[in-house]
């Protein structure tokens, strides 16, 4: 089993910036990783994923722009750099492992709080 764990939230006014961190157990194989976020009321919604060997990227329309997701292999780490914070932005944000693409995103993390104040 991988335990996946965020940290990096906090609250912040608009039009700041923060940096997420994702840090694994252990060393293991994996296609890619990727940020969800989840706001009270709705579904769990994708914000940006990362291949883990290129670091080739994507991210949804209402981030692109302002976040940037990289990876440290050696660290084991996944990154979400979020500029430019909007009070929509705010949501439980969490990191996930896709080991293998077709598979699904096999392991979470608990989620870390973003709250950006207007």
């Known amino acids: 089993q991988v335990q996946l764990v965020e940290s990096g939230g906090g609250l912040v006014q608009a039009g700041d910036s923060l940096r997420l961190s994702c840090t694994a157990s252990r060393s293991f194989n994996r296609y890619g990783m990727g940020w969800f976020r989840r706001t009270p009321g709705k579904e769990r919604a994708f914000v940006a994923a990362i291949t883990w060997s290129t670091s080739s990227a994507n991210y949804a329309d209402s981030v692109k722009g302002r976040f940037t997701i990289s990876r440290d292999v050696a660290k084991n780490t996944l990154y979400l750099q979020m500029n430019s914070l909007k009070p929509e932005d705010t949501a439980i944000y969490y990191c996930?492992?896709?080991?293998?693409?077709?598979?699904?995103?096999?392991?979470w993390g608990q989620g870390t709080q973003v709250t950006v104040s207007s």
């Open positions: 996930a492992a896709l080991v293998q693409i077709g598979s699904g995103y096999m392991y």
